[in-house]
């Protein structure tokens, strides 16, 4: 007896031991993080980003030709080609929009879509081109409407029970639809004046198969996060990434936000308490500093990667009991508290990530995959990627916000005794003066997206 009472007391040693000493390191963490996350401030090598090594090689667009003189003699031409361009590689006006090389020849056979013609290499090419829309066998109208249920919120199963199409088919739109929502973002979007720009992760459910994990076919789940950004001042979704909760993720999406800001622009970044958001500030926000020598004997001092004097970074510190917040506090990361304050009272908020969290109920809503206690689950990361991006295009440029609305200067009558129209809708790209008027989804899906970024009027 004596034995097991002397065991059992060294084993109950052990364990308080081991619980102090996690106690005093979380303690140690929160210190750290008190102190400003002084573990992220600097570092003798710039962290890596997927996304930047990529775009390194990236080739140069070719030199922009002259624009074509038009012709005085003839009937002047009503059809507007300036945002089309040239198909043919070998053209030398290809992928160039503006220039009036591209004429219009009437419909063929009686056709929904236009014959136009490139004047320089002679090539003849169908309106369509380059869009979901060529050689579809469906028609422009039930394909678009398909495009916007499932931009709204509808399932690809009940969408194909709606139109009375295979679900196969509405997949396949749902695949190309995805992949050219997501170009037209990335051309549209860019060089944008913020002040700034919130970032949050979302939790999802993806439902994947045995045979892609190579496991027995039962059904295996898994969790991914979609991790966002957005301007709380115009709404505008700046981009949306798919995938684990790590820094790489993290990466991706801040070079995302990096991509649609202006040149010298850097805005005030909020989120979480996530610790990788500062390090993938750090890595694009960031410039080399050399160190002082503190003797004259020795190596001298490697330089450090610190952060920019003008990046400002805040975060919002959730303390949860039992998974209940009990309490919210503020911290400063990267700039100063006078900084920080400066550029939120320009627009009278407060350090918070409100505006982000209500666009994850939007996300919710349009996108059924992370709709809660439902069965349409997302079968791969893929998919729920897809999902997502023809959704983040959809809620910029077709989706109308009601706090973006403004008051008309003079009311518009309408028809019959109704009441007048008091206020303007506008959507997170008019606010953000991307566009100037609410897209329609064959709208969106009909914008030719050139090879290179040039100025289209919106």
Known sequence: MVILWVVRTIALVMLLGRVVQGWQARRAALTADARGQSHVRSHTCKPGCPACQAEAHKAECPPRPAPRVKKKAGRPRHVKTDRRYCPNKRCSYYGWVGLGNIVAN???????????????????????????FYRSSLSPDPLSRIIAALAEGVDIRATARIFGVDPNTVKSCLIRAA??????????????????????????????????????????????????????????????????????????????????????????????????????????????????????????????????????????????????????????????????????????????????????????????????????????????AQQVSLSRTYYNFCLPHLSLRILLPEPIPTKGDGSPKLWQARTPAMAASITDHIWTVQELLLFPVPPWRQEVSG
């Open 106 to 132: 009437g419909h063929p056979n009686s056709g929904p879509w236009r014959q136009l013609q490139c004047t320089v290499c002679g090539k003849y090419f169908a309106e369509s081109t380059g869009t979901i």
């Open 179 to 384: 992949e050219h929502m997501d170009a037209v973002s990335s051309y549209l979007i860019h060089d944008l004046h913020l002040t700034q720009v919130q970032v949050d992760e979302l939790w999802a459910l993806v439902q994947s198969w045995g045979e892609e994990l190579g496991t027995m076919p039962n059904v295996q789940r898994r969790q991914r996060w979609v991790w966002a950004a957005m301007d709380p001042i115009s709404k505008l979704l700046l981009g949306t990434v798919v995938g684990d909760r790590s820094l790489v993720y993290a990466q991706l999406l801040i070079h995302a936000v990096v991509l649609t800001l202006a040149p010298g622009v850097m805005p005030l970044f909020l989120s979480d308490q996530l610790a990788h958001y500062a390090m993938a500030l750090l890595t694009h926000f960031g410039h080399w500093v050399e160190v002082p020598r503190r003797s004259n004997r020795g190596p001298h001092p490697k330089p450090r990667w610190e952060p920019l004097p003008q990046l400002n970074y805040a975060q919002v510190v959730k303390r949860r009991v039992q998974g209940r917040v009990v309490e919210v506090t503020q911290r400063i990361v990267f700039g100063s508290a006078e900084a920080v304050a400066a550029a939120l009272s320009k627009v009278g908020h407060q350090i918070n990530t409100a505006f982000i969290e209500r666009v994850n109920l939007t996300l919710r809503a349009h996108i059924p995959a992370l709709a809660r206690k439902v069965l349409s689950f997302a079968k791969t990361p893929v998919g729920l």
